[in-house]
């Protein structure tokens, strides 16, 4: 069966410092790939998306960047983060580009920027 | 571009009562149509998918959900609360037309279940 790792679980970090959360999906191939934040009210919103090895779409311009260096592992990156960094990150898998199943979803990752 | 609104943002009911959460979309063709629940710091959880077919979907735990063309709809319901399906639920509707496959969700309403 299918599993979507993501972590850490919570991160604490000063703003102006680097930033790393790592997802892997395993039991699949060729997984589309997402990354989403979400606030207090807002509900989710898309920041990247990737539908290959290092094939990465950017939904949002902003302090963050994604890469894919392998098939099923889906990192996000901040050079510097600012405190609107501040959220709830999830991470998410679907099946390939033409099938339109649904979207799996990790735990998440609560990051606060202080 | 596709879009969801859930016009409320926050629901209370009493347990056993039953439950109807509104969705509307906006999106130029046949919409791919999910409902996901989400429990506090936890991630979603799919409750149910509308591709094609039969307008009346049935998902997991008691949930169901009718999908209106005509009023642009995919509204949530279940006939008996419990007090155990208090949680933040989503609604989202997927791009079933590009080359690239993408969901767009709504923000939310929070269900919160009286005893």
């Known amino acids: 069966s299918q599993t979507i790792h993501q972590w850490p679980a919570t991160l604490v970090q000063p703003v102006g410092s680097p930033l790393s959360l790592e997802c892997t999906v395993e039991?699949?191939?060729?997984?589309?790939l997402y990354w989403y934040r979400q606030a207090a009210g807002r509900g989710l919103q898309l920041l990247f998306y990737?539908?290959?090895?290092?094939?990465i779409s950017s939904e949002v311009p902003q302090n963050l960047s994604a890469s894919r260096p392998q098939d099923r592992q889906f990192i996000l990156s901040s050079k510097k983060l600012l405190l609107s960094d501040s959220g709830f990150y999830l991470c998410?898998?679907?099946?390939?580009?033409?099938?339109?199943?649904?979207?799996?979803f990790g735990q998440g990752t609560r990051l606060t920027v202080v | 571009a596709q879009s969801v609104t859930q016009p409320d943002i926050h629901i209370t009911v009493s347990e056993g009562a039953s439950l109807e959460l509104r969705c509307n979309y906006s999106?130029?063709?046949?919409?791919?149509l999910f409902w996901y629940v989400q429990s506090p710091g936890q991630g979603l959880q799919l409750l149910l998918k509308?591709?094609?077919?039969?307008?009346l979907v049935q998902g997991i735990k008691g949930f169901e959900a009718e999908f209106k063309r005509s009023q642009s709809s995919f509204n949530l319901r279940k006939p008996s609360v419990h007090w155990s399906d208090a949680a933040e639920y989503f609604c989202?509707?997927?791009?079933?037309?590009?080359?690239?496959?993408?969901?767009?969700f709504g923000k939310g309403t929070l269900l919160t279940v009286n005893p």
């Open positions: 509308y591709f094609s077919g039969d307008t």
């Open positions: 989202a509707v997927g791009d079933s037309g590009g080359s690239n496959y993408k969901l767009t």
């Open positions: 998410a898998w679907s099946g390939d580009r033409g099938v339109n199943t649904e979207a799996f």
């Open positions: 990737s539908i290959g090895i290092g094939q």
């Open positions: 039991g699949t191939s060729n997984p589309n």
């Open positions: 999106y130029g063709a046949t919409p791919y």
